[in-house]
């Protein structure tokens, strides 16, 4: 066999992996679309999270903004404290009364994290992103109430939470209503 | 009793010194300075030997691995209604394991008895030797372009084995036994991150590459030049590489997945 056939045969056998691989990437594992976008990070309290995982996914209405990044213990209140990275264009568009809940996807389904989003005041949002706030006369309707909120930035803690749903403990609750009755 | 220790300590010896002469063999071949002009032809074949004409054992029997897998996974997960998961479960499975494991099994069989066998000649018939006489290194000339040609094509062979079989995976699974194909590849899409389900399949399939064309080439290249020899080499070669990879793929899951 002549060297020209078999290095045609040996280009279609390295394209053919190259090909492989792009498939992969693409199709089976969805990297680049949501994978290795910029992010920032925002820090919860729980009391109880249940069953879930790192990289469980975040919700906001059912659409993925971001995942779980890690789970650690407060080192003097001993509750657990989630770490979650968020997609970077949501920074400084929720307020800090922003709630988050664990919820679980179907009845057998894994845990992820829901945020109920409270969409922060412009002036919020300009003193988040580092801007002069201008128009200060315009009144909030937070500012009504005598509470300034702020928008959620790089690290900060929301601290609004609900933990989630242990069977253990809603059987537990149940049969102590029961026996109250 | 001192026969048995003496025993003991032969043994111990000479399995040292097989280590060492595989180690020697291998740092001679891959530390010359390749020559690209006169290497890359050589490559080139070898590649075309040892990569290109495995593509069709590995293509089929990804293929069926992964109809078969679809198969096993949909029957048990339709009893948790869970059949949706199909394609995470066939992915994750292909990637992580069977992608890089089968591979390497179907490689040494295929390819890696092949290269022993014609080291193994080549030394039978005093070709190395005659090479060293006309002042050719033997570990330059044909060792060198093969251990090449086994490291760049094992990791291809491995991702193009778990590629086919997902196809296969989704021929039996949305095609046949009807699970939605949406939800088939979004579901996938979500479970399996590039860095580490792919990176890390294609680490173990660069680890199964190494240890098997490395124990190919030195069971062809220490045999005893007879032909019961060489049969006895390429034996060896199989099963040591069979071996081999198994025992590493524990290790290495065991470092990559088990947090």
Request: charged residues 15%; proline residues 3%; negative net charge.
């Amino acid at each position: 066999m002549n060297t020209r056939k078999i290095e045609i045969l040996v280009g279609l056998f390295v394209a053919l992996g190259v090909a492989a691989f792009v498939m992969l990437a693409m199709k089976v594992a969805n990297a680049g679309i949501s994978g290795n976008g910029e992010t920032y990070t925002l820090q919860a309290k729980f009391d109880n999270i249940g069953s879930l995982k790192t990289r469980a996914p975040i919700k906001v209405g059912g659409v993925v903004i971001g995942r779980v990044d890690g789970i650690q213990i407060h080192p003097e209140e001993f509750v657990p404290v989630v770490s979650m990275s968020i997609d970077k264009t949501y920074e400084c568009q929720f307020s800090d009364t922003t709630s988050v809940s664990i919820l679980t996807s179907g009845i057998l389904g894994e845990q992820y994290l829901g945020i109920s989003p409270v969409i922060a005041s412009d002036s919020a949002k300009q003193s988040c992103l580092g801007n002069e706030v201008v128009n200060q006369d315009e009144m909030d309707l937070d500012d009504l109430f005598g509470v300034e909120s702020k928008a959620l930035k790089n690290g900060d803690l929301i601290t609004d939470t609900k933990s989630a749903l242990v069977l253990e403990e809603l059987i537990g609750q149940f049969l102590f209503n029961q026996g109250s009755e | 009793m001192i026969d048995l220790l003496q025993k003991l300590g032969h043994k111990t010896l000479s399995r040292f010194a097989s280590i060492g002469r595989a180690t020697q063999m291998l740092l001679g071949a891959l530390l010359n300075v390749p020559n690209l002009r006169k290497g890359t032809p050589l490559l080139i074949k070898q590649l075309y030997m040892v990569g290109h004409q495995s593509l069709l054992i590995i293509m089929v029997s990804g293929l069926f691995i992964g109809m078969v897998l679809a198969l096993q996974g949909y029957t048990v997960l339709v009893g948790y209604g869970a059949e949706d998961s199909l394609g995470p479960l066939v992915a994750l499975s292909l990637l992580r394991e069977l992608g890089p494991v089968v591979t390497a099994l179907l490689f040494a069989g295929r390819a890696g008895s092949a290269l022993t066998a014609e080291i193994g000649l080549m030394k039978a018939t005093e070709q190395l030797s005659s090479l060293e006489m006309m002042a050719v290194d033997p570990l330059k000339r044909v060792v060198a372009p093969r251990f090449w040609a086994g490291f760049i094509s094992m990791p291809l062979l491995a991702l193009i084995f778990s590629a086919v079989a997902i196809l296969g995976a989704h021929l039996v699974g949305v095609d046949w036994l009807g699970v939605d194909s949406g939800s088939f590849w979004s579901i996938m899409q979500s479970q399996v991150s590039l860095q580490q389900d792919i990176m890390n399949g294609l680490i173990k399939s660069f680890v199964f590459a190494l240890i098997v064309t490395w124990i190919a080439l030195y069971k062809g290249y220490d045999c005893i030049p007879t032909s019961e020899g060489i049969s006895k080499a390429t034996t060896e070669t199989v099963v040591h590489s069979s071996l081999a990879v198994l025992g590493f793929d524990f290790v290495l899951t065991a470092v990559m997945f088990s947090s």
